[in-house]
């Protein structure tokens, strides 16, 4: 899908490695109850702690956060719907141009 190497992993413990957009939109389909987060992680950065997880919360928002290695590189934002979820997790995963600008995001924690 994109530049770089992805692995999908559920709340459920499922894993995919190299998830397609289709897969992607499949699994933020399926969070609910039971199976409330998704986190994509870059494996291919060394050390880690590059990745964007998406929580669903009880009223149908979407928490999403993403992290670009060290604690304050590590941002969040409210997401209305699944479709914009999808967009902003797509774009990050394609290395797409401009898509922070999707959403607005504040610093994780919040200080």
């Given at each position: 899908m994109g530049q770089w190497a992805?692995?999908?992993e559920t709340a459920g413990?499922?894993?995919y490695d190299a998830p397609s957009?289709?897969?992607?939109?499949r699994l933020l389909g399926e969070l609910g109850p039971g199976n409330q987060f998704l986190?994509?992680?870059r494996v291919d950065v060394p050390g880690g702690q590059?990745?964007?997880q998406v929580y669903r919360e009880v009223d149908g928002t979407y928490v999403v956060e993403y992290r670009e290695g060290a604690p304050?590189?590590?941002?969040?934002?409210v997401a209305a719907d699944l479709r914009t979820t999808f967009t902003v997790l797509t774009?990050?995963?394609?290395g797409a141009h401009g898509w922070?600008?999707?959403c607005e995001w504040r610093q994780w924690p919040m200080p």
């Open positions: 992805l692995r999908a413990g499922r894993s957009e289709a897969l992607l939109f986190v994509v992680d590059h990745y964007m304050e590189r590590h941002f969040e934002t774009g990050w995963a394609g922070r600008d999707t």
